[in-house]
């Protein structure tokens, strides 16, 4: 019943998505000792993940699932660091299998900052296969925050193809804390804009994430009145 509190309450302010549960299974690190990991078993992440869903949708709150495919049992906090963690292609499966379970009663998934080194040690964010992946199992995609200055040591150096990346792996959502109209800001839209004008094909590239985000509002009744 937790998720529908959550959601009821943020319906009550005008919120309609909720970036949350994590989904990380963590017996360690990071996500377990600051309390964000409901538990180290996948398995059990999943299930509680599952309810808390559930409970979202049923108040017509979008659920976003972080941070695929798991952030795990890792020390270093991206927000800080730029992490690249050695974990092979069962091991990234056996993380997901948190995310895996929730299946389609979540709406999103946010990709992790993180690498994963049997996935081009590239941050998730800008991995095109750990993007797809996630498009297969019928969720939108949503980066973690990207101006997180780390990022910009995967791209040379340049915070402004962090954003370029992101968008050309496929990404639905690209999500920032930086405000827009800040003096300091990366000017994001301009820079997707740009990419569009270069090269019009992509253009079916934004068609397909507008069709999977009003599919999304569409099945939590977001667009009802319309």
Not at 17 to 24: G, N, S
Not at 43 to 52: D, F, I, K
Not at 126 to 155: K, P, Y
Not at 180 to 198: F, N, P, S
């Amino acid at each position: 019943q937790w998720g529908l509190k959550v959601g009821v309450g943020m319906k009550s302010l005008g919120l309609n998505m909720a970036l949350a549960p994590v989904l990380d299974a963590a017996e360690s690190g990071v996500m377990a000792e600051s309390g964000r990991s409901f538990h180290g078993d996948p398995e059990t992440v999943g299930s509680l993940g599952r309810a808390y869903c559930r409970g979202l949708a049923q108040a017509g709150v979008a659920s976003v699932g972080k941070h695929w495919p798991g952030y795990g049992s890792l020390a270093q906090n991206t927000d800080h660091h730029f992490v690249v963690t050695e974990r092979s292609h069962q091991e990234v499966q056996r993380q997901a299998r948190a995310f895996t379970m929730v299946g389609k009663d979540m709406t999103a998934v946010m990709l992790a900052n993180v690498g994963y080194s049997s996935f081009g040690s590239r941050p998730a964010i800008l991995s095109s296969d750990l993007v797809d992946w996630a498009h297969t199992q019928g969720w939108l995609t949503i980066t973690d925050d990207l101006a997180i200055e780390m990022l910009a040591e995967a791209t040379g150096g340049d915070q402004q193809e962090v954003v370029r990346q992101a968008f050309l792996a496929g990404n639905d959502i690209l999500l920032t804390t930086a405000p827009i109209d800040w003096d300091k800001a990366i000017d994001y839209r301009g820079i997707i804009k740009k990419l569009v004008v270069e090269d019009p094909s992509l253009e079916a590239r934004v068609d397909d994430s507008v069709r999977r985000i009003l599919l999304a509002k569409e099945r939590l009744g977001l667009l009802d009145g319309f």
